[in-house]
């Protein structure tokens, strides 16, 4: 089975599947056809949905790889998920748990964290361990072609 994202309807409470293709995409509920708005969160996923959103994203994709035990990717969160909502449908914001998702980690030579990764059409466009600040995250997504 494909991965799925699950989204919950502000009007009805209602869980949405949301194919990981479509995250960037507006969409109605399936229960009282309200619409949903492009994904404005950051989408902490394990490797089968990062495979496909990834894939199937038509926009950049930035990754936040963090550890729970992590000072400053704590620190970080409250940006990240500010970009999120800024770069809502002209981007992707993906959460990567170094602690539960290694393989991921090691795929993309996370060997720091906070280490944020923009990719584009699956490839890698740019990456950056450490603190950044909004502004300087939104630029890597811009010229990514966000």
Not at 46 to 67: I, K
Request: net charge positive; aromatic share 6%; charged share 25%.
């Amino acid at each position: 089975m494909a991965a799925q994202v699950i989204r919950r309807c502000a009007a009805c409470g209602a869980k949405n599947r949301v194919p990981p293709g479509r995250v960037t995409n507006q969409a109605r509920c399936g229960a009282c056809k309200t619409a949903l708005p492009p994904f404005a969160e950051p989408l902490d996923v394990d490797e089968a949905t990062f495979s496909e959103v990834v894939r199937r994203s038509g926009v950049p994709v930035l990754v936040d790889f963090w550890a729970e035990w992590c000072g400053p990717c704590r620190s970080a969160a409250p940006v990240v998920r500010e970009l999120a909502r800024e770069m809502a449908g002209r981007a992707v914001i993906l959460k990567v748990n170094t602690e539960s998702e290694p393989g991921l980690s090691a795929r993309y030579g996370v060997r720091a964290i906070p280490n944020f990764v923009i990719l584009k059409s699956g490839a890698v466009i740019a990456q950056h361990p450490g603190l950044a600040p909004r502004d300087q995250m939104r630029r890597w997504l811009e010229d990514a072609g966000a």
